[in-house]
């Protein structure tokens, strides 16, 4: 199956117009209960700034950063520069706005399709998160071949995402309760990640569920939010 990506892209620019009615970190990071998203920042945070080398004067490339809730964090802790990659037009305003409230000029928005996205530039850390479940193969395959050219032998590639417990899993149209409209999305295994980043020169280094066990941000059982750490072994 694949999902219709008129669709999703309308959801994106759609959430834009929850800015400022609700706390930033739901606005493309979609939790918004306030009690499950203070946890959801905190385990999160904890997860994923423990598989981050220290940030400090690093460049970072953000791939589809939604409104740059993670693009502000690296920068708050010292990075150089954070190149937030964001195909809807409406959530880039948002975070450029972010930005300069937040006198953050190292958080640099660009309007792009990820998968189209090209620089002739190696970062320091690549950060996807979010981003694979909205998409199709075609452009997951396309963002893992793309990605050697924005990696050197120190690059660190950080994958935060859906997952699927035992099979692919796909949502098309679903009506979602929580968020009171049609969301489509495809889960991959973790395997296919794993294959599909080695046949482009990357091997994972380590990975893990984001919440354990019991946890109430398990929503769904076919699922979990997983984070893979990978290194580029192909220069
Ligand atoms: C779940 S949000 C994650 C946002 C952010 N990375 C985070 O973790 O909070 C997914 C983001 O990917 C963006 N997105 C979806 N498809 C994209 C594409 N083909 N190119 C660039 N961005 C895309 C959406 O607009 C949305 O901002």
Known sequence: ???????????????????????????????????????????ECNKVFDYLPDVTGKRILDLGAG???????????????????????????????EA????????????SPAEDYVEN???DIVYISGLFVNMNDDQ??????????FCDANTCVILRDGMAREKRYELNKAFSQHLQTEYSAIYRTRETFIEMFARNGFTVSRDENVFDEGCPLNKYPETRLHIYEFRYDGT
């Open 1 to 43: 199956m694949a999902i219709d990506q008129a669709d999703v892209k309308k959801f994106w620019d759609e959430r834009a117009k929850t800015y400022q009615d609700m706390a930033f970190e739901s606005v493309a990071g979609l939790e918004q209960d306030p009690d499950n998203l203070k946890l959801k920042i905190g385990l």
């Open 67 to 97: 409104v740059g809730q993670w693009a502000f964090r690296f920068a708050e802790r010292g990075a150089h520069l954070v190149k937030a990659v964001e195909y809807s037009a409406d959530l880039c305003e948002v975070g450029r706005k």
């Open 100 to 111: 300069r409230d937040r006198g953050a000029d190292q958080v640099n928005f660009v309007v």
């Open 121 to 123: 530039a190696k970062y």
């Open 140 to 149: 997951v395959e396309k963002i893992a071949t793309n990605l050697p050219m």
